[in-house]
């Protein structure tokens, strides 16, 4: 028999770590643990167990450890295939139909399908109420829980919980993310018959402008304004969704919207190339592109601790369309998902037809919304309840 020394067991260590990687691969546990265990004894133990060892053991461990660990993956493709082939996603929207998010919402349905193992069918069910809220918290405790539903969900739901906003029944840091749409900066606008034309005109002037929820940017962004810029904005509450509020602008109801997502106003080419609508000030951390003349919210402020407040309000709209599963929807769903998600936001055809109806499309992973999660929960205690303050303020 060959004899046994260090150079032997040495060869045996590395065969046995190139073992134990494969087994990695295949995230068992199991396998992790008999691959240490046997690694150990091939530094440590001596003769004829380490050579019977080598002689046999791999050639029954290679294998082994192969079809174990490989064939688990192949049959979780094969579960996320089956589970979904069928199906049909409902994309829970928390606005009406004809606004941006009901947009991009219709716009995944018909394209998410062909991206998930299975190619699923996909739906949108619009819940219009209370900002967004009453369609958050169904889809949080009510939803299904298994991948069939998801959520486009509006873009406040991101700092909800931690301001404490009443009826908030959902924890952001729970939701399993999917990525978002479009980052989006907000609008102030006002009517051409109004007196208020430009942005220091707020500051004497007011404004009455119309609200889609105590938890949506309509009603949430001028009590924040008002409270830090000291803007003369006065909501007329109770419209359930943006298509509402801008038909009660053109009616002579309100005089104007704050916090109005851009690419609406886009895709309303008529206030703009008519000069229905003046852009007097834009909510975002920078200003737009498109509109480099008109100032972001944080150029009004008196100091760096309002910028601050300001600038932490508006981190969201980086974020601007966050689409999630709900808590308990299985990991290996949720990565499919996630994985189709961005091949669809970034796929040729979706692109066109995006541009084609003008509606805006930056998509950003999850990630993106976790970071941006993490900031706002993790932002300094003294800001938070300042503005906790001010959105709790009648």
């Known amino acids: 028999m060959a004899k046994w020394g260090p150079p032997q067991r040495q060869s045996l260590a590395h065969e046995l770590q190139s073992v134990m990687l494969l087994a990695s691969l295949g995230e068992s546990h199991i396998g992790k643990i008999l ?56 994309i829970n929207v928390g606005s009406s139909a004809g606004g941006g998010y009901d947009g991009l919402a219709r716009l995944m349905a018909r394209h998410i399908g062909k991206f998930i193992p299975g190619k699923p069918s996909a739906i949108v069910q619009n819940m219009p109420a209370a900002g967004g809220l009453v369609a958050a918290n169904h889809f949080y405790n009510v939803a299904a829980k298994d991948g069939s539903v998801i959520a486009l969900l509006q873009r406040t739901a991101i700092i909800a919980k931690p301001l404490i906003v009443e009826n908030v029944n959902f924890d952001v840091k729970k939701l399993q993310w999917i990525g978002s749409l479009a980052s989006e900066p907000g609008v102030l606008v006002a009517w051409h018959t109004s007196q208020v034309a430009t942005a220091q005109d707020l500051l004497t002037k007011e404004l009455i402008v119309g609200g889609n929820g105590v938890a949506n940017d309509t009603e949430l962004t001028p009590k924040v304004i008002n409270a830090v810029l000291g803007t003369k904005l006065k909501v007329i509450s109770g419209y359930p969704g943006m298509t509402e509020v801008s038909l009660s602008m053109e009616r002579g109801e309100v005089a104007g919207i704050t916090d109005w997502s ?9 206030y703009l190339q008519d000069n229905l609508v003046r852009v007097l000030m834009q909510f975002g951390i920078e200003r737009s592109p498109d509109l480099p003349d008109v100032p972001i919210a944080q150029d009004l402020a008196k100091n760096p ?42 796929d040729p055809e979706v692109l066109a037809e995006a541009e084609k ?38």
């Open 262 to 270: 851009w690419s609406n106003v886009k895709r309303n080419p008529r």
């Open 305 to 346: 601790s309002d910028k601050s407040l300001l600038s932490l309000y508006f981190a969201p709209k980086a974020v601007a369309r966050p689409v999630a599963y709900p808590p308990g929807v299985p990991g290996e769903r949720v990565e499919a998902m996630r994985t189709a998600f961005m091949q669809m936001a970034k």
């Open 357 to 394: 109806s003008g509606i805006p499309l930056d998509p950003s992973d999850h990630r993106s919304i976790e970071k941006v999660v993490d900031l706002v929960e993790g932002s300094s205690p003294a800001v938070i309840e300042r503005l906790r303050g001010i959105i709790a303020s009648k």
């Open 35 to 90: 691959m240490k265990g046997i690694l150990k004894a091939s530094v440590h133990a001596k003769g004829k167990m380490m050579a019977l060892l080598r002689n046999h053991m791999l050639f029954v461990l290679v294998p082994t450890v192969l079809i174990t660990t490989l064939m688990p993956l192949a049959a979780r493709a094969q579960s996320i295939e089956k589970f979904y082939a069928g199906k049909q996603i409902v």
